[in-house]
């Protein structure tokens, strides 16, 4: 199950994508602002983001940048705006598809696979880190070795986490002196 967050400020727009796309069995959550969207992505993590640009609050193309900041979360921007000039603004803003509305559901999914597919795993599993036998979960901030839990205090966890992204990016460690 894909979890969509929907920020559209259009009332109508906004019950009829949730419902069309609850009904091909996604969980669908939803903002009718901007602001309110990004923290509903910084607090539920969906897997996709489907983003309208003319919003009360703050302009889609400014929420993209803010959201790219902090977060890899693919985006779909669907929007009314068709001018080529609007929809490069939004590709380099931080969006991964561009859908003009009015469209159907079926392309709107169509779009989210998409985008899932070349992000490859859902938003949890993006946060793993594996080096060996070391897992580094970002998210839930634990970490197993061979499968088995460490217990690290958050100073311990973010050293070894930085270890552990530098390792898996190909970084050489840096030597810590161990006692
Ligand atoms: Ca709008």
């Known amino acids: ?36 969207g990004l923290h509903q992505v910084m607090g539920s993590r969906p897997d996709v983001v489907v ?3 003319g919003l009360p609050d703050v302009d889609g193309c400014e929420l993209l940048r803010m959201l790219r900041a902090v977060s890899a979360t693919p985006v779909v921007v669907a929007s009314a705006r068709d001018a080529e000039s609007e929809i490069v603004k939004a590709l380099n803003a931080g969006a991964d598809d561009y ?3 009015p469209f159907g559901a079926e392309q709107l999914e169509a ?5 899932l597919r070349r992000g490859g795993a859902p938003a949890e599993e993006y946060q793993g880190i594996e080096v ?14 061979d ?11 973010d050293l070894l986490h930085y270890l552990a992204a530098r390792r898996a990016a190909g970084v ?7 006692g």
């Open 99 to 101: 859908v003009i509305k």
């Open 51 to 53: 983003l309208d640009l």
């Open 111 to 115: 779009r989210i696979r998409a985008v």
């Open 132 to 145: 060996g036998g070391l897992r580094v979960d970002v998210g839930a901030r634990e970490a197993t070795l």
């Open 1 to 36: 199950m894909v979890h969509v967050l929907l920020i559209e400020d259009d009332a109508a727009i906004r019950t009829a994508l949730s419902r069309a796309l609850t009904e091909r069995g996604h969980a669908v959550s939803s903002s009718p602002t901007a602001m309110g």
């Open 147 to 157: 499968g088995v839990p460490l217990e690290l205090s958050p100073r311990e966890f």
């Open 172 to 178: 050489a460690a840096p030597r810590v002196a161990t």
